[in-house]
């Protein structure tokens, strides 16, 4: 069970193509995500214009690090490259109980 919730909430760029940016959501995922220590899985949910990832960890420091190195990844920046910046929100929530 996670207990770390990673909980990204951003919207695309004006004009940027939906089928291109799943690509490279798919690409993220693959190269980058599922690579680090403590990924557990990560769900890409939209409402209208709103985006969010939710990514599940084992631990904080886990999510935490994983940031760190978002910085310096390419397939980060490609997917960065799509997201409007100021729209995007990050938090790091503790699982507190699951039900």
């Not at 890409?44 to 978002?70: R, S």
Request: charged letters at 30%.
């Amino acid at each position: 069970m996670s207990n770390v919730v990673e909980f990204v909430t951003f919207k695309l760029k004006k004009g940027a193509s939906e089928p291109d940016f799943l690509l490279v959501s798919d690409k993220f995922n693959h190269e980058f995500l599922a690579k680090q220590k403590g990924y557990i899985s990560r769900n890409l949910l939209v409402d209208g214009e709103i985006w969010a990832d939710l990514v599940f960890w084992e631990t904080m420091e886990d999510a935490k690090n994983a940031v760190k190195a978002f910085r310096k990844s390419e397939a980060a920046k490609e997917y960065m490259s799509f997201l409007n910046g100021p729209s995007c929100k990050l938090l790091h929530l503790s699982v507190k109980k699951s039900y």
